[in-house]
């Protein structure tokens, strides 16, 4: 019952920005991180950047000072800010949050190329 949708993914030139949102609705509570996720092709699953409910954040090293990710806890949704683009930032971002299990959104497309 529970659904992650995500939106803001798309194309951009390198140096470029998006914004990605994801929104938690149905029946959850208690949801304590909820952040991102990414994978490009042929590559595993890589963490982004996550945040707690108390807005505590930790991002991967790769994305550290372009990136910034944010939470509306009233409305159950997860924000990321990505700037300074990279051709290497492509991929599918996956959102989740966490209660006592994971959730997972269906994935939304960035592509950064010129």
């Known amino acids: 019952q529970v659904r992650l949708v995500a939106s803001g993914g798309g194309l951009v030139q390198p140096g470029g920005s998006l914004a990605l949102s994801c929104a938690a609705s149905g029946t959850i509570f208690n949801i304590n991180t909820m952040g991102w996720y990414r994978q490009a092709p042929g590559k595993q699953r890589e963490l982004v950047a996550t945040i707690t409910r108390g807005s505590s954040t930790n991002y991967a090293d790769s994305v550290k000072g372009r990136f910034t990710i944010s939470r509306n806890n009233a409305k159950n949704t997860v924000y990321l800010q990505m700037n300074s683009l990279k051709p290497e930032d492509t991929a599918v971002y996956y959102c989740?949050?966490?209660?006592?299990?994971?959730?997972w959104g269906q994935g939304t497309q960035v592509t950064v190329s010129s």
């Open positions: 989740i949050c966490s209660t006592w299990e994971d959730y």
